[in-house]
């Protein structure tokens, strides 16, 4: 069995037990399942799917990723920024800024702030608002009319 630098290993990306030019895959992020999450309603699904229409790519990813945590009976779920930027695919910043959106179009309720400790507790809910409906909470106007 070859030996591994893992001097060289810690700085080049590759996980620790690769050899030569091969990457080791992490099978963490499969789910055991195959992917599917039999507890989403296909209404629910084509709900989301049309207001994915109107999102940005990344809000939708972020969207989706969220619905997959959410249970079958709607209870608030605990996720931390990090935990749904890499079930969505993209990066942490993109992540904020994508879950900021879809709080301002009310597709997602902030039920309960978390901590240094704690993550933010999240619903998706019951009764979105129609798709493609411009709902964005607008800080008040400062200074008067223009």
Request: aromatic share 4%; charged share 20%; glycine share 8%.
């Amino acid at each position: 069995m070859p030996r591994t630098n893992k001097k060289a290993c810690r700085g080049s990306g590759r996980l620790r037990g690769a050899v030569g030019g091969e990457r080791l895959q992490d099978s963490s992020a499969v789910p055991a399942d195959g992917g599917t999450v039999p507890h989403i309603a296909c209404e629910r699904l084509a709900e989301v799917a049309r207001w994915c229409v109107y999102l940005h790519h990344t809000e939708a990813a972020v969207l989706l990723s969220m619905l997959t945590m959410q249970r079958a009976d709607d209870a608030p779920f605990s996720a931390s920024y990090t935990d749904i930027a890499k079930r969505a695919g993209v990066a942490y910043p993109l992540c904020v800024h994508s879950i900021t959106v879809l709080r301002q179009r009310r597709l997602v309720e902030l039920v309960q702030r978390g901590s240094a400790t704690q993550a933010n507790r999240y619903r998706i809910p019951a009764s979105m608002p129609p798709a493609g409906e411009i709902v964005v909470q607008l800080p008040p106007a400062e200074g008067g009319d223009a």
